[in-house]
């Protein structure tokens, strides 16, 4: 008889007397916890040993009533006999294979409970053993388990990386604010406009960052609450642009607005779209040199309108291009605290668009957005 290979997670010890406890286990709850026994594969026999007696009843129920037919001699008595027997062999067989598909899907069941109390104590990287065989209701529940584990190990794990990341990001303006207040209470410093607008910046920072912060979790929660209005992208573009052309005009980089003023009126949120296309061109202008150029431009595609916004920078580094619009994902060489990115995705796909990226280091990159004409819901 082959032995049934145990789960992974056995077999290392987890469950071993003595064995070290493991770093998921609660710190409130006693190691090592009793054993628990195969209900599921206890109720499997269970189940097989009354669909043996009932069948067994059955049986010589239906014996007394046909006696007279199989006791009766001749080709019909023969007849019976041999079909009684067949019958009888039938069921067996199927009683056989009923009861080892039900100790075969307790034995799964049994092993569902433990991997979902290792869930429940936060060990989310458990998984139910595939079973190769056994009714398809088992294999699905297993499959289904096994998805929701997963999906909730990778938000477990984006939830800690988002966690370091805000840490890191809100560390260096709380520095500053600190050393610098430090300084003018210990009179290092004097309390002048200079020192106290270093603070001021600081503190601008630390609000952008939050703000961003609460608009990304709400457009990637779905609950960011849009106030659509018809809306001319052309008048919104150019708006754009000239609130960037100080700036622009400070690192020397030209930027032109060039959006079709027959595009039809868009049912968007124009301050959402606004902070979208502002994130752009500010990326644009960080990752530019002086001598570049920043182009915003639109056009109508069927009843779609695509707005691109492009730039003669850097370009994007080519491991760093599949993520660009990720949290917090930005290039080692580069400012900003890597939002901009992700939040203008939210919103974009908040409004039932798309946005996509396309790069190649020295040849600069191009943002494309693509809005639909009718708003969807």
Do not use: K, Y
Request: charged share 25%.
């Amino acid at each position: 008889m082959t032995q049934r290979r145990r789960p992974d997670w056995q077999r290392r010890g987890w469950r071993a007397r003595g064995g070290p406890r493991p770093p998921w286990w609660p710190e409130d709850e006693a190691w090592p916890p009793s054993r628990r026994r195969g209900g599921w594969r206890g109720f499997g026999c269970l189940f097989g040993l009354v669909f043996l007696v009932g069948f067994l009843g059955l049986l010589s129920l239906a014996t007394h009533l046909i006696g007279g037919i199989l006791a009766a001699g001749g080709p019909i008595g023969t007849l019976a006999r041999i079909a009684a027997v067949l019958v009888a062999v039938a069921v067996l067989v199927g009683l056989a294979r009923t009861a080892r598909a039900l100790r075969g899907s307790g034995a799964v069941l049994d092993e569902l409970v433990d991997v979902a109390a290792r869930v429940e104590a936060g060990d989310f990287s458990a998984r139910v053993r595939q079973p190769v065989r056994g009714p398809r209701p088992v294999r699905d529940l297993v499959r289904a388990f096994d998805t929701m584990a997963a999906r909730l190990e990778v938000d477990e794990r984006q939830r800690r990386s988002l966690l370091a990341d805000v840490t890191h990001e809100l560390r260096t303006p709380l520095a500053v604010v600190q050393g610098n207040l430090e300084a003018i209470i210990d009179g290092v410093h004097p309390a002048d406009e200079t020192h106290l607008s270093a603070i001021l910046d600081e503190t601008r920072v630390l609000t952008r960052l939050i703000e961003d912060l609460r608009t990304l979790a709400l457009s990637e929660a779905g609950s960011l609450s849009l106030h659509r209005e018809p809306t001319d992208l052309a008048i919104l573009a150019a708006d754009v642009a000239t609130a960037f052309e100080v700036a622009a005009g400070t690192a020397g980089i030209e930027i032109d607005a060039n959006v079709d003023d027959s595009l039809p009126l868009l049912d968007i949120d124009p301050v959402r779209i606004r902070e979208v296309i502002s994130n752009l061109v500010s990326n644009a202008i960080r990752h530019t040199p002086r001598g570049g150029t920043i182009r915003i431009s639109g056009t109508l595609d069927g009843d779609v309108v695509e707005l691109v916004v492009s730039d003669t920078g850097s370009g994007i580094e080519p491991d760093l291009l599949p993520h660009v619009f990720e949290r917090f994902s930005r290039s080692a060489s580069t400012g900003g605290s890597g939002l901009g990115l992700a939040i203008a995705r939210g919103l974009v796909e908040l409004h039932g668009g798309a946005i996509a990226a396309s790069s190649a280091p020295g040849s600069g990159t191009r943002i494309q957005v693509r809005l639909p004409v009718v708003a969807t819901t």
